[in-house]
Nanobody, 117 residues
Framework: QVQLVESGGGLVQPGGSLRLSCAASRSIFEASRMGWYRQAPGKERELVAA???????DYAGSVQGRFTISRDNAKNTVYLQMNSLKPEDTAVYYCHGRFPPRFIDYWGQGTQVTVSS
């Protein structure tokens, strides 16, 4: 079992920045994939950004150039730096990790991000 705990959400004005953190109870170096998803009211959960074990990254087109995913293996933590935030970025953000040996998907409890003036 792996626990993922998010932090860093909150209320921010349009154009502002936030950094989300996801602390894992297990070495993230072992994870085949770590990422962030979000779910807005009335919408399906969608991928925001992911980082693969080899280091490559993947971003949703709507956040490309504004958000950056990174990881600190020593701290077992994954980050999502969010800049130039827009009201449409408002959602609950979930941390995701996929770990061996069965490559099961694990999820955090979510953290609310609200972009509003």
């Amino acid at each position: 079992q792996v626990q993922l705990v998010e932090s860093g959400g909150g209320l921010v004005q349009p154009g502002g920045s936030l950094r989300l953190s996801c602390a894992a109870s297990r070495s993230i170096f072992e994870a085949s994939r770590m990422g962030w998803y979000r779910q807005a009211p009335g919408k399906e959960r969608e991928l925001v950004a992911a980082i693969i074990r080899g280091g490559s990254t993947d971003y949703a087109g709507s956040v490309q150039g504004r958000f950056t995913i990174s990881r600190d293996n020593a701290k077992n933590t994954v980050y999502l730096q969010m800049n130039s935030l827009k009201p449409e970025d408002t959602a609950v953000y979930y941390c995701h990790g996929r770990f061996p040996p069965r490559f099961i998907d694990y999820w955090g409890q979510g953290t609310q991000v609200t972009v509003s003036s």
